[in-house]
Nanobody, 124 residues
Framework: VQLQAFGGGLVQAGGSLRLSCAPSGRTSKDYAMGWFRQAPKKGREFVAATSWSGHTTYYADSAKGRFTISRPTAKNTVHLQMTDLQPEDTAVYYC??????????????????WGQGTLVTVSS
């Protein structure tokens, strides 16, 4: 599965962005999907994830109340609506999908497929 992430950009503090992730081709099944981010000189950290059905969502503490992950009807497409962005949110954001069910979606090691990343820059 090849994923494509897009929607990043430059925004002022307090602003909003919506990231999207979609497979580049057809997929045979529904995958859980998640977003991670990596700031300069830091490791990749969990941001948000959704189960394959979209019925269950998970958020990092830093994202709760500001970010919303959702999946529209399009197969294996996921959005990350980010509001009240702050400079510390500046990072490359990656979407990913695990290959098996029932796995811990907050863990980087759970994911097999990754998109190429999209840069979010928040200016103060």
């Amino acid at each position: 599965v090849q994923l494509q992430a897009f929607g990043g950009g430059l925004v002022q503090a307090g602003g909003s962005l919506r990231l999207s992730c979609a497979p580049s081709g057809r997929t045979s099944k529904d995958y859980a999907m998640g977003w991670f981010r990596q700031a300069p000189k830091k490791g990749r950290e969990f941001v948000a994830a959704t189960s394959w059905s979209g019925h269950t969502t998970y958020y990092a503490d830093s994202a709760k109340g500001r970010f919303t992950i959702s999946r529209p009807t399009a197969k294996n497409t996921v959005h990350l609506q980010m509001t009240d962005l702050q400079p510390e949110d500046t990072a490359v954001y990656y979407c990913g999908a695990p290959d098996i069910y029932g796995i811990d979606l907050t863990q980087y090691a759970s994911y097999r497929y990754w998109g190429q990343g999209t840069l979010v820059t928040v200016s103060s």
